[in-house]
């Protein structure tokens, strides 16, 4: 009797200027990836960096045979997870940030394969210890109340990490219209939509470092990319309101 072989898995990670956090950085994720019961490439989505992100990343590639590179000229989060998540060949896509990642997260996604197409780590299921600031919870659950409102989803945290199937990924990222902020969560309502099934696990999430992005900055930006995922899925589904 031959072993099951394993599943492979490709780690998204999408960086910006990143270069003064990648020597600590890079070493840790592979060693937090050894621990996953599947096989690992590491795939790092550069887009717009200014310092020598890049460079490194390519100097780290002659000694690690399962890291990939790919480049975007333009500094864009989203985009850049799109690009890797439509780069990738592997059964599996999950996207992590260089300074959040977990193989106890993704060694149990990838047990909930036969059931679930998509695996959500969730902020606010039971069971999950969210030890952000006050100011970063509460715009989660608000968030959350807008994606319920306005596109009707049932899902109770679509930022984060996720591991996607591939062929979910190959149907459902050519039609997601937002990058930047939002294309992970219009590709979970997308598939959301489209029928594929979607298991949420409790996460564990502590900031590593003081984050770069302002939250009240980000308030009319989503807002309006809400708002048009909202009118863009409207007028692929049309209906009687």
């Known amino acids: 009797m031959t072993d099951a072989p394993l599943p492979d898995v490709t780690v998204v990670i999408p960086v910006h200027n990143e270069a003064d956090y990648l020597p600590t950085a890079l070493p840790l994720l592979f060693e937090e990836m050894a621990k996953v019961?599947?096989?690992?490439?590491?795939?790092?989505?550069?887009?717009?960096?200014?310092?020598?992100?890049?460079?490194?990343?390519?100097?780290?590639?002659?000694?690690?045979?399962?890291?990939?590179?790919i480049e975007l000229a333009t500094p864009d989060y989203g985009a850049a997870m799109r690009d890797g998540f439509l780069a990738a060949s592997s059964e599996w896509?999950?996207?992590f940030d260089?300074?959040?990642f977990s193989a106890s997260f993704?060694?149990?996604?990838?047990?909930?394969?036969?059931?679930?197409?998509?695996?959500?780590?969730?902020?606010?299921?039971?069971?999950a210890e969210d030890e952000r600031g006050m100011?970063?919870?509460?715009?989660?659950?608000?968030?959350?109340?807008i994606l319920r409102f306005a596109l009707g989803s049932g899902v109770s945290d679509t930022h984060g990490m996720k591991l996607v199937r591939r062929s979910v990924v190959a149907e459902v990222a050519p039609k997601v219209i937002s990058t930047v902020d939002l294309?992970?969560?219009e590709l979970v309502v997308r598939a959301e939509r489209a029928g594929y099934r979607i298991a949420?696990?409790?996460?564990?999430?502590?900031?590593?470092?003081?984050?770069?992005?302002?939250?009240?900055?980000r308030v009319p930006r989503t807002l309006r990319g809400v708002w048009r995922i909202r009118r863009s899925l409207a007028g692929e589904h049309p209906t009687s309101d």
């Not at 993704?106 to 299921?125: G, P, T, Y």
């Not at 970063?136 to 959350?144: E, G, Q, S, V």
């Not at 949420?200 to 900055?217: G, I, Q």
């Open 183 to 185: 294309f992970d969560t």
């Open 37 to 69: 019961d599947a096989d690992v490439r590491i795939l790092v989505a550069e887009n717009g960096s200014t310092d020598d992100t890049a460079d490194l990343v390519r100097a780290a590639m002659e000694d690690r045979s399962d890291l990939d590179l």
């Open 200 to 217: 949420e696990l409790p996460a564990h999430v502590e900031e590593l470092r003081d984050t770069n992005s302002s939250v009240v900055k």
């Open 93 to 95: 896509v999950v996207n």
């Open 106 to 127: 993704l060694n149990e996604a990838l047990a909930l394969a036969d059931e679930a197409d998509i695996v959500l780590a969730s902020k606010r299921v039971e069971g």
């Open 98 to 100: 260089i300074d959040y």
């Open 135 to 145: 100011t970063r919870r509460a715009a989660t659950w608000t968030f959350n109340q």
